[in-house]
């Protein structure tokens, strides 16, 4: 159904070393074969002839070709940020999709078929790519070049189709187990719940064309500790399945990847990844000494957890616990949603590998761009649909719109939680009365439990909330007199208060909750907690950067949850810290009010 795919030997022009360029998502240098998964061909379709009628047809046409034009001015736009020579060149690619999008042969053709035919649109477009890739790619030619010539233009016909194909249904189907061991992943697009299904032992790194760093891909690739460069411009015109790649991801700014490289730059490249696996092999020797500053305080560092492939490195790392399980990712990649048991028995698995240290379940965080295959399933796509998902029906909300998912979530950690310590998080929380119903709910479904002779737990698993919201972190003194512990979530905080969108490629330089306003956020809900005694930790991407950790050590925060492969940096850090030098970083930079400035003044620093 999907690539990796035979291909056709042919004549290809001399191999080159060249260099694309991308956005580092997950640190780390890989060597190895590309293998190319692409959107699986559209299933054959059933029904070709339009049962909508011709101007319904027309409509979804035209709606796809902009959703596509939009999508292609994005990667236009990305273009600034690349060397002149790559700029040129892409550009001009991008240039002829666009042209193939607007009033070109091919839209017309696919008009005219609609309309003369009373065609699916679907079926208009298949036909008509199909049909000018055949007749690009039986022209005649005289020598190799013009052969690959050739051959690109088929697959500019077919990867234009492909993409508004896409965009008329909505599509997508992937097989990553068909990628072969040590593979480097190179794929258009990665949704989450794609990343989700990647095995970390098999494929050695992950390109993708579209993406950003902040979203949730990244997070799942980053906790993968997968080697990651996503938004590579015309990616899957450049690379061919099964060319040598060196995936160089190491720089926070510039992702490259190396295509054909000369054989010394791959000695260089594999010396570089030996070197950087034994640095991670010395970080793994922290594993055992505590986390403490140099003037005595423990700080606590658990794990953020998505998979339960992840046990393994967190138990490698160290974690102290489990300060966030995304239980989004658990439940959204099986066939049919898993019932009570299901997933009582997914949640004890964590909370046994956890062996007494703490596991905090999230309950499910779906809407904005998580869990839409799910939602779909179960009827419920319209809530990640409008102009603004991540302001509609998303976390608590949505769970409390739909109580019976709430429910079998609860009364499932509930009976795990007799495997040992749980704390049970709420996401999205923007004012009391949802933790108020939603406690409501908890409780009662423990007595519904308790009724029925079920074990639980004599005291119920705190119940406590995400702070990632600006109403949440301003108002948390009040919330936090109904939630038994505070989540500072500083990626959607950041979102939410920077109204930049942590997915997209084009505000991704405004992205960052190194900004005053964040900032004052954190501080604020760090001292709410603190006035009303209630335990509080950062789980956010933010409490993986060691620097930034500092700072919040110094704005009072002593509990951090983040990828598991990002704990022994963390460590590192903290053990060379000093209480005294967190709180005067703080000092100087809740002074600064420059956003640029304040993040010079983070990068700058440095414990003595
Ligand atoms: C956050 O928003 O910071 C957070 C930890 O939740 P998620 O990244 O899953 O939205
Ligand atoms: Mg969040």
Not at 56 to 68: G, H, V
Not at 99 to 108: A, D, E, I, K, N
Not at 297 to 324: C, F, H, S, T, Y
Not at 444 to 464: D, I, Q, Y
Request: proline share 6%.
């Amino acid at each position: 159904m999907t690539d990796p795919k035979p291909r056709k030997s042919r004549k290809r022009p001399p191999r080159q070393e060249h260099t694309l360029h991308g956005e580092s998502v997950s640190p780390g240098i890989a060597t190895g074969p590309a293998a190319i998964v692409r959107e699986s061909p559209m299933p054959t379709l059933a029904e070709r002839t339009s049962s909508l009628g011709t101007d319904a047809e027309r409509a979804r046409f035209e709606d796809a070709i902009a959703r596509s034009l939009h999508q292609l001015e994005k990667l236009q736009r990305k273009l600034d940020t690349l060397p002149e020579e790559g700029r040129v060149e892409i550009g001009s690619l991008l240039a002829i999709y666009q042209r193939m999008l607007g009033q070109s042969r091919l839209t017309r053709a696919i008009r005219a078929k609609i309309d003369s035919h009373a065609l699916r649109a679907e079926a208009a477009v298949l036909d008509e790519t199909e049909a000018l890739a055949r007749t690009a790619e039986a022209a005649p030619t005289n020598t190799p070049e013009e052969e690959e010539a050739a051959r690109r233009r088929a697959g500019e016909f077919r990867e234009i189709g492909r993409r508004v194909l896409r965009n008329l249904t909505g599509v997508s189907f992937r097989a990553f187990s068909a990628v072969p061991p040590g593979s480097i992943l190179v794929a258009e697009q990665l949704r989450p719940a794609d990343a989700a299904l990647i095995d970390p032992g098999k494929i050695r790194a992950v390109l993708t064309e579209a993406g950003g760093s902040s979203d949730h891909t990244a997070i799942m690739l980053r906790a993968l500790d997968i080697p990651a460069i996503l938004a590579v411009p015309t990616l899957l015109d450049r690379v061919t399945d099964g060319d040598t790649l060196i995936v160089d991801a190491n720089d926070t700014d510039d992702g490259t990847i190396t295509i054909h490289p000369a054989s010394e730059t791959l000695c260089r490249a594999k010396l570089i990844a030996t070197e950087q696996a034994k640095t991670r092999q010395g970080e793994k020797r922290l594993r055992r000494l505590p986390a403490k500053l140099t003037s005595g305080e423990l700080i606590d560092l658990q794990a953020n957890v998505e998979l339960p492939a992840e046990l393994p490195a967190i138990k490698r790392a160290g974690a102290a616990g489990i300060g966030l399980m995304r239980t989004e990712f658990l439940l959204g990649n099986d066939e049919t949603m898993p019932g009570e048991n299901a997933q009582r028995t997914i949640y004890a698995e964590f909370i046994e590998a956890m062996a007494g240290n703490p596991t905090t379940i999230r309950v499910l965080d779906w809407g904005g761009e998580k869990g839409r295959e799910r939602l779909a399933q179960l009827g419920m796509a319209h809530t990640t649909e409008g102009e603004n998902p991540a302001l509609g029906l998303r976390g608590l909300r949505l769970l409390l719109r739909h109580p019976h998912i709430l429910e079998t979530q609860f009364a499932a950690i509930l009976r795990a939680a007799i495997a040992g310590s749980v704390r049970v998080l709420l996401p999205m929380v923007t004012s009391a009365h949802e933790i108020i119903q939603a406690r409501d709910l908890y409780e009662r479904t423990a007595r519904r439990l308790r009724r029925k002779g079920v074990a639980l737990p004599e005291a119920l698993p705190p119940l406590g909330i995400m702070v990632e919201t600006p109403a949440a972190a301003l108002t948390a003194d009040t919330l936090a007199q109904h939630a038994d512990f505070l989540a500072l979530g500083t990626n959607d905080l950041t979102m939410y208060t920077l109204a930049v969108d942590r997915a997209s490629a084009e505000v991704a330089p405004l992205y960052t909750p190194l900004h005053p306003a964040v900032l004052r956020l954190i501080g604020t809900t760090a001292n709410a907690a603190m006035r009303t005694q209630r335990p509080i930790s950062v789980c956010g991407e933010m409490a993986a950067d060691p620097r930034a950790v500092a700072l919040l050590i110094g704005l009072g925060l002593r509990s951090f949850s983040m990828s598991a492969s990002a704990i022994p940096r963390v460590k590192k850090m903290v053990r060379a810290l000093s209480l005294e030098q967190c709180a005067q970083l703080r000092r100087q930079v809740m002074l600064e009010t420059d956003p640029a400035e304040l993040r010079t003044l983070i990068r700058n620093f440095k414990p003595d």
